[in-house]
């Protein structure tokens, strides 16, 4: 059953060079997942090396924006600082947690707002389909197109693990199969994006074909 081993602070800043810095060594084996909210395109924000790039939301409206979901098995030795890369010289947020017993990517979704601005991500916009286990990390991430004016309020039981000034992430562990969604809230209307990924227990893929594995779009 996947448990959090650590989770490291949210990281805010304006800069190509994004740090997630954990404040404990991370266990060979477990999976490193990062998140990463900025006022870049999908097209802007690079896949570090060693990682797969699980999910991804950009806004369709408003002036760009992005949430991506990146995650890797970790390494021996693996350093406690993981640096995502911007292609340009922006605003951004991210965070990271470390997962044990979490080898394979199973479901995964996003979304990009079509409206000029709402306050919540809309029912069903941001929605898995069915969990292949019952017990599996879940993990999502909404980046507004400005300051939020609160902390994103989560629902589904999802716990923050990031509050960040335009938006953060949460994530939880299920135990029932079953699709998974939120409709987190804010205070202040902006464009939105958000994604949402799902990671179950399972065999590690070997490196050389772990882009993809096991993941259901």
Do not use: H
Request: hydrophobic share 45%.
């Amino acid at each position: 059953m996947p448990s959090i081993v650590q989770t490291a602070p949210v990281v805010e800043g304006t800069s190509t060079s994004v740090p997630v810095v954990f404040s404990g060594a991370i266990t060979e084996g477990n999976r490193i997942v990062l998140v990463v909210g900025s006022a870049a395109a999908m097209a802007g924000v690079t896949t570090p090396d060693g990682y797969d790039r699980d999910a991804e939301g950009e806004r369709t409206t408003g002036a760009g924006g992005s949430v991506v979901i990146f995650s890797k098995v970790a390494g021996a030795g693996e350093s406690q600082t993981q640096t995502i890369t911007l292609t340009s010289s922006l605003a951004f947020w991210a965070s990271g947690e470390e997962v044990a017993e979490c080898g394979v990517v199973d479901k995964v979704d996003a979304y990009g707002s079509v409206a000029a601005s709402v306050s919540a991500i809309p029912a069903g916009e941001l929605l898995t389909a069915a969990t292949t286990d019952a017990a599996e990390y879940v993990v999502a991430g909404i980046r507004t197109g400005g300051a939020d004016g609160s902390d994103i309020t989560w629902t589904n039981s999802f716990v923050a693990t990031a509050n960040a000034n335009s938006g953060g992430a949460g994530s939880k562990i299920i135990s029932a199969a079953a699709a998974q969604t939120t409709t987190a809230s804010w205070t202040t209307a902006r464009t939105v994006a958000a994604a949402i990924a799902t990671y179950r227990d399972g065999a590690t893929p070997p490196a050389t074909s772990r882009a993809g594995w096991g993941m259901v779009l």
